[in-house]
């Protein structure tokens, strides 16, 4: 990995970067998965136990013989990468401007366990829309940072990088790109990043996007996080809603436990890539990922999710050695997901339906009354709806904050 420094303005200033890792490091890759002692086959017919032997298997298989890094590595070159520091951190980040001069700059933030390269996809329908379908009214220029101890920004060496933290660096680099305003989007841990900036409300935030977004009323939050029955009055959309997240707090939240108390302990993560790939794939709990995993191996996922792209992701990690670093994220967070955020700025909300839930209409309206700009409920695409809809995500991004620009 190459990062020349610039001789005017020191590490504040923008930087060049370039992804190159030695190919001893591939080797020792290979080396590693071919050398995995697997355990016995699961008990149960199903993925109830987590990720099935025989589908980590034939990934292994795939990802030592068949499958070639130097592939991701082209398409990360082939988009401008730059490292800054902010707040004594190095900070990685992509940053493609668009070639129309009134597009609106945007900020988009990835989650865990995913990266930036979750974000490849939605770079040219965002950045060029006349060639995908869009105007050139809808043009973005696009600022794609990876979060600290994720990727290619520097691990925090002490406490303290939490979303909060996160969020101000954000409106740093921002401005330091020149950018006095702009938009932002996020989901996963994007999502609350994204949401604190909305918080925070700093100068020249215009408004924020979310396809994870905090909706969920403060009478209902504590009642599935702790597995209470529904409270009476509640809508079929809603009692859907609350079905899901209690779903999720009591049966697969526990890879976030562990990742949230003890990071440090997850040693594996940096000594075996089949702990590490099978940890992300499986989100440790089955959150809905040893199924997806599964269709995407097969190829009968509707979706433009590739085996490779989940493994481009999970090498991004190996080869950083971030996933540890990455899982310290949950320890310093304190707040929660779901619940209604005090954000007054203009929010737009994207509802895929194979998110963790599907935020619904009324809670939307009742908790952002005045300042909810776009609404929409897709008919495909989950979790990583950039990464699994790129062509959907960038129209929802389009339509989202066309009532901003000026």
Known sequence: MAAPESSIGGRTAIRPFEVGFDESELVDLRRRIAATRWPERET???DSQG?????MQELARYWATDYDWRNCEKKLNSVPNFLTEIDGLDIHFIHVRSRHDNALPLIVTHGWPGSIIEQ???????TDPTSYGGSEADAFHLVIPSL??????????????????????????????GYTE????????????????????????LGIHSNMPGTAPADVVKGFERGDPPPAGL??????????????????????QIMS???QTLYGFADSPIDLAAFALDHGDGTGQPGLVKKVLEGTLDSDLTRDDLLDNITLYWLTNTGVSAARFYWENKADFFDAKPISIPFAISVFPDELYEAPRSWAEQAYPTNLIHYNRLDRG?????????????????????????
């Open 148 to 177: 600290p101890g994720h990727g290619f920004s520097a691990k925090p060496t002490a406490t303290g990088w939490d979303p909060a933290r996160v969020a101000r660096a954000w409106v740093v680099l921002m401005n330091r790109l």
């Open 261 to 263: 108390t003890r990071p």
């Open 120 to 126: 490849l996809k939605i770079i040219e329908p965002l």
């Open 235 to 256: 809508s079929d959309e809603e009692l859907r809603a609350y079905g899901q997240l209690s779903d999720f707090y009591s049966k697969h939240v526990a890879y976030a």
């Open 382 to 406: 989950g979790h990583f709806a950039a990464w699994e809809q790129p062509q959907l995500f960038s129209e929802e991004l389009r339509a989202a904050f066309r009532s901003l620009r000026k």
């Open 182 to 205: 702009f938009v932002a989007q996020g989901g996963d841990w994007g999502a609350a990043v994204t949401q604190t900036m909305g918080i925070q409300a700093p100068p020249g935030l």
């Open 44 to 46: 149960v017919d199903d």
């Open 51 to 55: 990720i099935r032997l025989a589908t």
